[in-house]
T-cell receptor
Framework: GENVEQHPSTLSVQEGDSAVIKCTYSDSASNYFPWYKQELGKRPQLIIDIRSNVGEKKDQRIAVTLNKTAKHFSLHITETQPEDSAVYFCAASGGYSSASKIIFGSGTRLSIRP | GAVVSQHPSWVICKSGTSVKIECRSLDFQATTMFWYRQFPKQSLMLMATSNEGSKATYEQGVEKDKFLINHASLTLSTLTVTSAHPEDSSFYIC????????????????FGPGTRLTVL
């Protein structure tokens, strides 16, 4: 089955700087890679996703890159703000079906220093 | 966007009792629902995949006789934790997906708000 590894487990950056979180996946059939932001006690919120036919996607301050060959994908947050502090999870899903299960990475606790 | 609700939002029960958690898709039909468990400071671990009208598929290591899943309609799935023990205390989150094209994306999962279970 799919295995998703995520690094780092914790990340502290100065407000205004960029933050990068990296993930790898094991199943080459995976073709959907969502990123979630979770605040304490809340549900995960989808912040951006990328499919295997695209190498990069950007939405305002957030961007995601995908390297299918290396089975790596990364989340980039620029101009970080205090409200970006949360736990971020990468995930991977395989197969062409909305019933595909999503496997989560271990999470990155991002702290933004004022 | 698509909305998924869960009930109750939190529950405290005594050891040995059973607890039922409901997951509902409010504005779309969910052919598939997923149940996750999240321990403090850990990731979401998939417990089972629930398909409407058929038996749930459990992940390795999840006891199907302890965590009963029923997906009786296209908008409702339930998870029953039977004979709960303190080690079952966790945050249980469901998600739902749909095959409908258009507004609801095929492979996006929509998460419920979670249920915090505390077993005394």
């Amino acid at each position: 089955g799919e295995n998703v590894e995520q690094h780092p487990s914790t990340l502290s950056v100065q407000e205004g700087d960029s933050a990068v979180i990296k993930c790898t996946y094991s199943d080459s059939a995976s073709n959907y890679f969502p990123w979630y932001k979770q605040e304490l006690g809340k549900r995960p919120q989808l912040i951006i996703d990328i499919r295997s036919n695209v190498g990069e996607k950007k939405d305002q301050r957030i961007a995601v890159t995908l390297n299918k060959t290396a089975k790596h994908f990364s989340l980039h947050i620029t101009e970080t703000q205090p409200e970006d502090s949360a736990v971020y999870f990468c995930a991977a899903s395989g197969g062409y079906s909305s019933a595909s299960k999503i496997i989560f990475g271990s999470g990155t606790r991002l702290s933004i220093r004022p | 966007g698509a909305v998924v609700s869960q009930h109750p939002s939190w529950v405290i029960c005594k050891s040995g009792t059973s607890v039922k958690i409901e997951c509902r898709s409010l504005d779309f039909q969910a052919t598939t629902m997923f149940w996750y468990r999240q321990f403090p400071k850990q990731s979401l671990m998939l417990m089972a995949t629930s398909n409407e009208g058929s038996k749930a598929t459990y992940e390795q290591g999840v006891e199907k006789d302890k965590f009963l899943i029923n997906h009786a309609s296209l908008t409702l799935s339930t998870l029953t934790v039977t004979s709960a023990h303190p080690e079952d205390s966790s945050f249980y989150i469901c998600s739902a997906s749909d095959v409908e094209v258009g507004r609801i994306r095929r492979d996006t999962q929509y998460f419920g708000p979670g249920t915090r279970l505390t077993v005394l």
